[in-house]
């Protein structure tokens, strides 16, 4: 029987995607995760604990990427994926890719960053003049504006929630597709809109933005899971999370 024949199967039996959650709690990503993600394909965490997205905290967080990398090798991963932007906007252009690199030294398997995903996302997508919009603060919201910019972006507007990282969780579903619209109004030359943080709940508004503004929309978390599925050579068909599956091929 089918349904039993499952059953000899473990969880990711098709990819284990390996993520570094940058925060000390998880709450959204899972949830908009297994609502995506095709059969087969699972997602194991672990977590550096940052608390607060002060300077000190992230830094200090950071010093446990290389403990956190391998304790997903252990797991068996086929992917490891570094989660949030803050992390990576703290040291600026290029910062992704010395990250990438400390999880090379530790293990083989191809690493990558939410970050960098959503950068190439947006590229193969087309978009040049970006809209942002975020839950961060003007602190975040600067160093992420700068970080979009540095990687060939034009940066139109950008509005953040100023919430503490604790609340994104806690954020209404529709929260997002509502600051959304409020940092297009009045933007005329933009032609695609980025969603920072998968700890806000996005995945469920995507179609609609993009149906109602006519651009792509990329969000942190589908971001993470179309690079992973990328980077697995995974191509399932996923449709109403915005036009970015319709690119799962190379």
């Excluded at 109004?185 to 503004?213: F, H, N, R, S």
Aim: net charge neutral; with cysteine.
């Amino acid at each position: 029987m089918k349904g039993q024949d499952m059953l000899t199967k473990r969880y990711g039996y098709r990819g284990r995607i390996g993520f570094i959650a940058p925060g000390s709690t998880i709450e959204t990503i899972p949830v908009e995760f297994y609502k995506v993600a095709p059969q087969g394909v699972s997602i194991v965490f672990v977590s550096i604990g940052i608390k607060r997205l002060t300077k000190e905290d992230i830094e200090g967080s950071l010093k446990g990427i290389e403990q956190a990398a391998a304790e997903l090798a252990r797991t068996k991963s086929d992917v490891i994926i570094l989660g949030g932007s803050p992390p990576v906007i703290a040291g600026g252009f290029g910062f992704d890719k010395k990250i990438i690199a400390r999880i090379g030294n530790v293990t083989d398997i191809p690493a990558t960053t939410s970050q960098t995903l959503a950068v190439e996302a947006l590229t193969l997508l087309g978009v040049k003049n970006l809209v942002i919009a975020s839950p961060f603060g003007d602190d975040q919201n600067v160093l992420l504006r700068k970080f979009m910019q540095d990687s060939g972006f034009l940066v139109h507007a950008i509005k953040g929630l100023n919430m503490e990282r604790i609340e994104y969780g806690m954020l209404p579903r529709d929260a997002s597709y509502r600051i959304a619209l409020e940092a297009c109004q009045g933007v005329g030359d933009y032609d695609g809109i980025y969603l920072p943080c998968a700890q806000m709940p996005t995945i469920e508004i995507i179609d609609l933005l993009e149906k109602e503004l006519g651009k792509p929309v990329v969000t942190s978390v589908q971001a993470m899971i179309w690079g992973a599925l990328r980077m697995m050579r995974l191509s399932d068909p996923i449709s109403g999370y915005g036009q970015l599956f319709s690119i799962l091929s190379g």
